[in-house]
């Protein structure tokens, strides 16, 4: 059975930083395509991070891009997004994925609170 655990989330201050840890068990990360999603209320889940399977390559969207940073330690088996300059508007619950052919598996989430 395969499990997501995120972990990481809390409160920080605009500008702050956070980095969230996601720990796969019951399978390899380095099998699939593992991303980060947030999804704020009232919004469709967003996707802001992905490394591609079997690769290093990570890919941002446009709105992350250069302040956030996506890494995978496959000796741990734990996917990593390394979150910079925080936005209020980006408070919301965060969710690690996992993907390969039109399979999903899904983390619980963790929370990001940006207020001053």
């Known amino acids: 059975q395969v499990q997501l655990i995120e972990s990481g989330g809390g409160l920080v201050h605009p500008g702050g930083s956070l980095n969230l840890s996601c720990v796969a068990s019951?399978?390899?990360?380095?099998?699939?395509?593992m991303g980060w999603f947030r999804q704020a209320p009232g919004k469709q889940r967003e996707l802001v991070a992905r490394?591609?399977?079997?690769?290093?390559?990570?890919n941002y969207s446009d709105s992350v891009r250069g302040r956030y940073t996506m890494t995978r330690d496959v000796a741990k088996n734990t996917v990593y997004l390394q979150m910079n300059n925080l936005e209020i508007e980006e408070t919301t619950s965060y969710y690690c994925?996992?993907?390969?052919?039109?399979?999903?598996?899904w983390g619980q989430g963790t929370q990001v609170t940006v207020s001053s």
């Open positions: 994925n996992a993907n390969y052919l039109g399979t999903d598996h």
């Open positions: 490394i591609v399977r079997k690769t290093d390559d990570a």
């Open positions: 019951g399978t390899l990360i380095y099998i699939w395509d």
